[in-house]
């Protein structure tokens, strides 16, 4: 099966600032790669999909992109309810395949 | 708005059994395919099960098949996961979730439910 490796595994960022997420894919899933967000005691939820396409509601900071097996994802400027677990998740192959997170802290 | 209930979860013994349900409500339940997808402590997701909208195709982790049977009642909107034989390893918050078309094949999830836990322990 695809494993996806997230890193790093906590990211410390200061509110306002940019955070930068990474994503690789341990073979080819073309853009079929979805990012979610996942706060203490929540349900996931969907943030984005393809690789760069955001689901519905969710803000503009948010942003993904892909190179090869390399998937990243982008908050432009942390909010405080940004601060949350962020997993990816490869749908290309069978089966569907999750990252381990990313913890986004406050600095 | 869609809604996905988890109900269910328990304290179960090695080798013992336990349903989980999942209620859903704000969209046409059979046109999506569904999928259970779990959370150890302190781990990532893991994608356990899914079934098509029409309920005629399943699909299963090599950790579970066997063991686990997902199956749904498009009359009441409820999807379930039947767990059998189960595992201390199989303690885990579970997630039920939809994809985005009526197949069960490889596909994002667009809406969760809130979990609902499962611990297997003697």
């Known amino acids: 099966e695809i494993v996806m490796t997230q890193s790093p595994a906590t990211l410390s960022v200061s509110p306002g600032e940019r955070a930068t997420l990474s994503c690789r894919a341990s073979e080819s899933v073309s853009t079929n790669v979805a990012w979610y967000q996942q706060k203490p005691g929540q349900a996931p939820r969907l943030l984005i999909s393809a690789a760069s396409t955001r689901a519905t509601g969710i803000p503009a900071r948010f942003s993904g992109s892909a190179s090869g097996t390399d998937f990243t994802l982008t908050i432009s400027s942390l909010q405080s309810e940004d601060f949350a677990v962020y997993s990816c998740q490869q749908y290309n192959h069978w089966p569907p395949t999750f990252g381990q997170g990313t913890k986004v802290e406050i600095k | 708005e869609v809604h996905l209930l988890e109900s269910g979860g328990d304290l179960a013994q090695p080798r013992g059994s336990l349903r989980v349900s999942c209620e859903a409500s704000g969209f046409t339940f059979g046109s999506y395919a569904m999928a259970w997808v779990r959370q150890a402590p302190g781990k990532g997701l893991e994608w356990v099960s899914a079934?098509?909208?029409?309920?005629?195709?399943?699909a299963y982790a090599d950790s579970v098949k066997g063991r686990f049977t997902i199956s749904r009642d498009n009359s009441k909107n409820t999807l379930y996961l039947q767990m059998n034989s189960l595992r201390v390893e199989d303690t885990a918050v579970y997630y039920c979730?939809?994809?985005?078309?009526?197949?069960?094949?490889?596909?994002?999830?667009?809406?969760w439910g809130q979990g609902t836990l499962v611990t297997v322990s003697s």
């Open positions: 979730a939809r994809l985005t078309i009526p197949y069960a094949v490889a596909d994002f999830f667009d809406s």
């Open positions: 079934v098509s909208g029409g309920g005629g195709h399943t």
